[in-house]
């Protein structure tokens, strides 16, 4: 069975500081995608960045780092510098067939 | 420039009552989801669909029905609504081979209450 664990349901990080929200996942496939969504208080899913279970580098899209550790089955998101914009609830997920997410981490910027 | 639409935004309706979410597309997608959101539970899926006709039950989907007779329409009927049918609502599509790593693209949500 697939599964997608965050342990943290909420996160606080000051304006400009750099953070890392957890995430783990477990699945028998050998090919499998990771990624992770934001959702604001307005309600909608955003696409932030992806991983393949084959790709050699952690995946990069601006501000956003994705640390993959294929061993360890863990693939944290790292915010960097972070911003008052940022606050909002962050899920990981991991892509078969379907999608499973995880339970989601709640982030707060403070000033 | 939203590719998918789900209707209604909101609704309240009452216990025992039959309720149908729509989801409408125009990115010619074959894959079609319905997920529930509900805190501390992240999102769960209730039925998906691989093309017209075709579908099939995710891991939270007694209570709930589907159907889709045209590529671009995915239903979603509660038959007889209960309180814990309380919840937000998703639709998400995806071109899932072609563009893989793209995941999900996401309705904005319908927020549905059982009173």
């Known amino acids: 069975a697939q599964k997608i664990t965050q342990t943290q349901p909420g996160m606080f990080v000051q304006e400009k500081e750099a953070v890392t929200l957890d995430c783990t996942y477990d699945t028998s496939d050998p090919s499998y995608g990771l990624f992770w969504y934001k959702q604001p208080s307005s309600g909608e899913m955003i696409f932030l960045i992806y991983q393949g279970s084959y790709d050699q580098q952690n995946a990069t899209e601006g501000r956003y780092s994705l640390n993959f550790q294929k061993a360890r089955k863990s693939a944290n998101l790292v915010i960097s510098a972070s911003q008052l914009g940022d606050s909002a609830m962050y899920f990981c997920?991991?892509?078969?067939?379907?999608?499973?997410f995880g339970t989601g981490t709640s982030l707060t910027v403070i000033p | 420039d939203a590719g998918i639409t789900q209707s209604p935004r909101h609704k309240v309706t009452e216990t025992g009552t039959p309720v149908t979410l729509r989801c409408h597309q125009t990115e010619n997608h074959r894959y079609m989801y319905w997920y529930r959101q509900d805190p501390g539970h992240g999102l769960r899926l209730i039925h998906y669909s691989y093309g017209v006709k075709d579908t099939d039950k995710g891991e939270v989907s007694d209570g709930y029905s589907v159907s889709r007779s045209k590529t671009e329409d995915f239903l979603l009927t509660l038959e007889s609504a209960t309180s814990s049918q309380t919840s937000v609502y998703f639709c998400a599509i995806s071109d899932f081979w072609r563009r893989y790593h793209l995941g999900y693209t996401f309705g904005s949500g319908t927020r549905l209450t059982v009173v």
């Open positions: 997920a991991m892509r078969g067939i379907q999608f499973y």
